[in-house]
Nanobody, 122 residues
Framework: QVQLVETGGGLVQAGGSLTISCAAS????????MAWFRQAPGKEREIVTHMFWSDGSTYYADSVKGRFTMSRENAKNTVFLQMHSLKPEDTALYYC???????????????WGQGTQVTVSS
């Protein structure tokens, strides 16, 4: 069973930047789609961004478009989420996930990391 491990969360001031990472335990893991989701207290888990592994094309939720960038390092089977101009409403537990299909819905993702906390202070 492939494991996804997120690192890099932390506390940052509003307007600041942070990069979080997600590494797959299996170097041969090649999902259809890798994604970042987030879940704030009392709210449902929501898609932040996803990437098609075949060509690297990406989708971004409107709330993060222009501020967040998803990228990957194929050799290390690692994806990154660069977050800029952070806002207090970006505070959440951020999860990476993998799916065999293209989807913005958490139910379609079968592999999940444990999550990393991102807290943005005002």
């Amino acid at each position: 069973q492939v494991q996804l491990v997120e690192t890099g969360g932390g506390l940052v001031q509003a307007g600041g930047s942070l990069t979080i990472s997600c590494a797959a335990s299996d170097s041969t893991f090649s999902p259809h789609t890798m994604a970042w989701f987030r879940q704030a207290p009392g709210k449902e888990r929501e898609i932040v961004t996803h990437m098609f592994w075949s060509d690297g094309s990406t989708y971004y939720a409107d709330s993060v478009k222009g501020r967040f960038t998803m990228s990957r390092e194929n050799a290390k089977n690692t994806v990154f989420l660069q977050m800029h101009s952070l806002k207090p409403e970006d505070t959440a537990l951020y999860y990476c996930a993998a799916a065999p299909v293209s989807s913005i819905y958490a139910v379609d993702y079968g592999y999940w990391g444990q999550g990393t906390q991102v807290t943005v202070s005002s």
